[in-house]
């Protein structure tokens, strides 16, 4: 994949690649306030998957204004990311990829009387996730961890020209590509936490 977006780039001569930033996508449209057993946040999940965001959003000014920067804009696959990614590209083109889409969220096997949030069964789904490797025949930890390596080597061939690179994707796999930006030297400048249109920016001198 990475070979495939970067094959027509020319060969840079920067002595300082572009920035790149992480966002998290806009709001889903969807329903948070219900009280799911593990049947039920296996179907939310499902649909929050296929779902884009909700309408009449506005991405916040600095987002913007960083977005307009970017030499490369790139969205995941999923329509919560491409809708975010439209709302900011101002008509321009963008490159879509699987490889951001957001690590799976299967999960534990709770006896169906269980009922939670959404929020608190996306929590304990991502903690037997990364500390039990509970996946039920989807991506391993370990699978993921590669997939966040290469998403991390593109987009640093993708800033070797000096530009800034925006990328549109999921809140825990853009925390995992930006653990694998740190291991390729990049630096963590600038943090908004985990909140919709977020962002990480990570710079390397």
């Given at each position: 994949?990475?070979?495939?977006?970067?094959?027509?780039?020319?060969?840079?001569?920067?002595?300082?690649?572009?920035?790149?930033?992480?966002?998290?996508?806009?709001?889903?449209?969807i329903?948070?306030?219900?009280m799911?057993?593990?049947?039920?946040?296996?179907?939310?999940w499902?649909?929050?998957?296929?779902?884009?965001?909700?309408?009449?959003q506005?991405?916040?000014?600095?987002?913007?204004?960083q977005?307009?920067?970017?030499?490369?804009?790139?969205?995941?696959?999923?329509?919560r990311?491409?809708?975010?990614?439209?709302?900011?590209?101002?008509?321009?083109?963008f490159?879509?990829?699987?490889?951001?889409?957001?690590?799976?969220?299967?999960?534990?096997?709770?006896?169906?009387?269980?009922?939670?949030s959404?929020?608190?069964?996306?929590f304990?789904?991502?903690?037997?996730?990364?500390?039990?490797?509970?996946?039920?025949?989807?991506?391993?930890?370990?699978?993921?961890?590669?997939?966040?390596?290469?998403?991390?080597?593109?987009?640093?061939d993708l800033?070797a020209?000096g530009?800034?690179?925006v990328?549109?994707?999921?809140g825990?796999?853009?925390?995992?590509?930006?653990?694998?930006?740190?291991?390729?030297?990049?630096?963590?400048?600038?943090?908004?936490?985990w909140k919709?249109?977020?962002?990480?920016?990570?710079?390397?001198?």
């Amino acid at each position: 994949m990475a070979d495939a977006l970067t094959a027509d780039l020319p060969k840079s001569t920067a002595m300082r690649p572009g920035a790149i930033v992480l966002a998290r996508h806009g709001e889903p449209d969807i329903h948070r306030k219900v009280m799911l057993n593990v049947h039920g946040y296996r179907d939310y999940w499902s649909r929050y998957e296929q779902l884009g965001i909700r309408p009449g959003q506005t991405p916040p000014a600095a987002l913007i204004e960083q977005t307009a920067r970017a030499g490369v804009i790139i969205s995941s696959v999923r329509n919560r990311s491409i809708e975010s990614a439209l709302a900011l590209a101002a008509g321009r083109e963008f490159d879509r990829t699987p490889l951001f889409v957001e690590a799976p969220l299967p999960p534990p096997h709770f006896p169906g009387f269980v009922r939670m949030s959404p929020k608190i069964w996306g929590f304990i789904a991502r903690f037997w996730w990364w500390f039990f490797n509970h996946h039920d025949g989807q991506e391993t930890r370990r699978e993921a961890e590669k997939r966040a390596d290469q998403a991390a080597d593109l987009i640093i061939d993708l800033a070797a020209d000096g530009e800034d690179v925006v990328v549109l994707a999921h809140g825990f796999f853009n925390f995992m590509v930006g653990r694998a930006l740190r291991r390729r030297g990049w630096r963590l400048t600038a943090n908004q936490g985990w909140k919709y249109w977020s962002t990480r920016r990570y710079e390397r001198s």
